[in-house]
């Protein structure tokens, strides 16, 4: 192994190579030691219920968080609550009804989705896809699209609207949306390049991967550092973990149908939602950890869902509920809604703090945006949007912070200052007039 000059490990006679953490003790043979940065988009559907989002002041954040928020008190170094922000193109702007469908399609775009249930969907390059065209090549995956609920390319989903835009957040072009993928086990083949699944031979292949990174491993860590073969540690383990998950998630071979020729094996996802969606951010985790990718979305829901959260106590649908005319019970579950979904977002947190690089963790390196194109659920608006700017993006933001934005601040704004921190070009991203300011 000629590990000073590729990151990766390479397992013997099997073709297949493995993504490790990021180290210092290999940086330090090709330059100075300087952890990667990460761009990371986690979007929630339907809006907030705002009262309990938003701070009451600006500056420094609170001592107690909003209510929402409080899952994410561990993490208040590292949090900034950004208030004012606009996706004007998500309104009709001319088009009528189908603010659901605008709200995702917009999000990282920051442009007017063509109004259309056809195949002639037109809309603009997200965000993460213009640092994935420009430095994908840094990494195994230019990025990583994640979601617990499928995405749709054909059909009318939003009056009128194709449900290609509620249900893809991530655009490649004008009319390439970039499919997520909501199977664990699909996106750990991804990260590791091998045959992950939940049928007798693909498990077995998998383990026995798993098996010769282990070995293998223990011969390199007699070249590393004591903080990296720690960091090495923590990541095999890690490893074993979702392993061990994935194999407990899939289905028993005696109970599986036989998969007719050309059809896809059923999914491995957890019957639990929240240990499905943990599962998930266990897995982007994971591939940021690995540097397996540099650029993903994680939607937790699509646009318009009308999921029910009765495991939470809220057996109605989301998106009725975010109907609420101001019914302070409705508004009650809603709240209860987005705090699940803040506690996701924290569960991920938790997983990136443990993940040491340098002399702090990924954290340290993380630039992560979470929040909704649409306001309030019953307004239906899009100016005043629940909008979390997570990480310091390797000493470049300064959190801990809520601050407010001028009316109508375009959200593009906000995205292409994070492009310009991941070193990406672009002069303009739809919208956006500008690089946004206060955050560092």
Known sequence: MNLPCDRRLFLRGTGITLALPWLESLASAAGPA?????????????????????????????TELPATLRPL?????????????????????????????RAMASFLTGRQARKTAGADIRIGISADQVVASQLGRQTHLPSLEIGADKGLNAGGCDSGYSCAYSANLSWRSEATPVSKETDPAAIFARIFGTNAGNDPVRSATRARIVDM????????????????????????????????????????????????????APTSNPSDPTEALHLLADMLALALRVDATRVATFVLANEGSNRSYKFIGVPE????????????DKQAKIQKIN?????????????LRDAK??????????????????GDGDRHNHD????????KGGGTIKPGKHIRYA???????????LIERMGAKIDRLGDSTGRIDNLS
């Not at 219920?49 to 938003?54: P, Q, S």
């Not at 649908?317 to 302070?328: I, P, V």
């Not at 705090?339 to 997983?351: D, S, Y």
Request: hydrophobic share 35%; with cysteine.
């Open 357 to 374: 690089e340098g002399n702090g963790c990924l954290l340290d390196n993380l630039m992560l945006v979470y929040g909704s194109g649409i």
């Open 384 to 391: 005043e949007l629940p909008i979390l700017m997570i990480g």
């Open 213 to 264: 990174v282990l070995d293998d491993a223990r011969s390199l860590r007699g070249q590393l550092a004591n903080d990296d073969r720690l960091k090495v540690d923590e990541y095999l383990d890690s490893l074993r973990d979702v392993e061990r998950r994935l194999a407990r998630t899939g289905t028993p071979a005696n109970a599986r149908p036989v998969v007719p020729q050309g059809v896809a």
């Open 407 to 417: 009316s109508e601040t375009p959200l593009a704004n906000l995205h292409l200052s």
């Open 34 to 62: 300087q952890p990667p940065r990460r761009l990371v988009y986690l979007y929630v559907p339907n809006g907030a219920h705002m009262d309990a989002w938003t701070p009451t002041t600006t500056g420094a954040l609170p």
């Open 317 to 328: 649908g989301h998106h009725e509920l975010s109907h609420h005319g101001k019914n302070a």
């Open 339 to 351: 705090t699940f979904h803040t506690g996701v977002l924290a569960h991920l947190l938790g997983k």
């Open 73 to 101: 008190a561990p993490f208040r170094d590292y949090l900034s609550v950004l208030s004012g922000l606009t996706a004007d193109k998500a309104r009709a702007n001319g088009d009528g009804p189908g603010d659901h469908a």
